[in-house]
């Protein structure tokens, strides 16, 4: 289990505090303004920013310390995953070697993430002649290689249309439920994503104000979560 307790940080003279419980194969939805703090609440945990005070541990071990290399978390972004001179091969390899020279095993390896995310026939292309939807399945291609237990996802499928996005979302929720890898997912489409999460947790002003199961949409605890979610009244 993810563990985050009171964790700190500033940013630009604000202070950001974030708590929080994961569980292995479990998906939270992470929505808030823009500003808020999604995306610092990611970078925080991936240890892309220093925590100034707090707890984070994942399954029992304190994990604060450590470089981001070594924390048990994968992360995906909007875009900008891939190298563009590389082929799809190349890209996803490096998230098992830097250097790219892969071992039988692990090249057995990239070929089940390849096919179980269906651009196995796409192996020798480069991302400039994939379509979005393609280029972040090869993204998630690398993530899942690298075999991290917790998954951080910074709007990755916003840029798709809505078809796509859902079926990526699928994607997302089997893959999480079959690995058993906790997901922490920052987006901005409550209703799509929702079908695939377990909960969602509101961040407000650098905090996360609450976390509470999906049905929590159609009653939205607080007056800052209704007006967020454009209603204009709880209940
Ligand atoms: N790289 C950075 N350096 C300094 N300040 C930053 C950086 N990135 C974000 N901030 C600031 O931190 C605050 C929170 O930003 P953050 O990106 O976490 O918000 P967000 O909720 O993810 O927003 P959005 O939905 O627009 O992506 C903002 O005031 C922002 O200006």
């Not at 790219?100 to 993430?113: F, G, M, N, P, R």
């Not at 192996?123 to 690298?146: D, E, K, N």
């Not at 499928?157 to 690995?179: K, N």
């Not at 909960?199 to 209704?226: N, Y």
Request: charged share 20%; with cysteine; glycine share 8%.
């Amino acid at each position: 289990m993810l563990l985050v307790e009171k964790l700190q940080t500033r940013r630009q003279g604000r202070t950001f505090e974030f708590s929080l419980q994961l569980q292995p194969g479990e998906i939270g939805l992470l929505l808030g303004r823009s500003g808020s703090g999604k995306s610092t609440l990611l970078e925080l945990l991936a240890g892309f920013l220093p925590a100034s005070s707090g707890v984070l541990s994942a399954d029992g071990q304190n994990i604060a310390h450590l470089p981001p290399a070594q924390r048990p978390f994968t992360m995906l972004f909007q875009q900008n995953n891939l190298f563009e001179h590389l082929t799809v091969y190349q890209n996803i390899a490096l998230g098992l070697r830097p250097d790219l020279k892969l071992s039988l095993q692990e090249q057995q390896t990239l070929q089940l993430a390849a096919e179980r995310l269906q651009i196995a026939d796409l192996l020798t292309r480069r991302p400039g002649s994939l379509s979005g939807g393609q280029q972040q399945r090869v993204a998630l291609a690398r993530c899942l290689v690298r075999r991290k237990p917790y998954l951080l996802l910074d709007e990755p499928f916003s840029a798709l249309d809505p078809a796509l996005r859902q079926e990526m979302m699928q994607e997302v929720r089997q893959l999480a439920t079959e690995q058993h890898i906790g997901v922490l997912l920052v987006s901005h489409q409550p209703q799509e994503a929702k079908d695939q999460a377990d909960w969602l947790g509101f961040i407000d002003d650098g905090q996360l104000k609450f976390t509470a199961p999906v049905s929590t949409l159609q009653q939205p605890p607080t007056a800052e979560f209704a007006a967020y979610l454009g209603m204009s009244s709880l209940g």
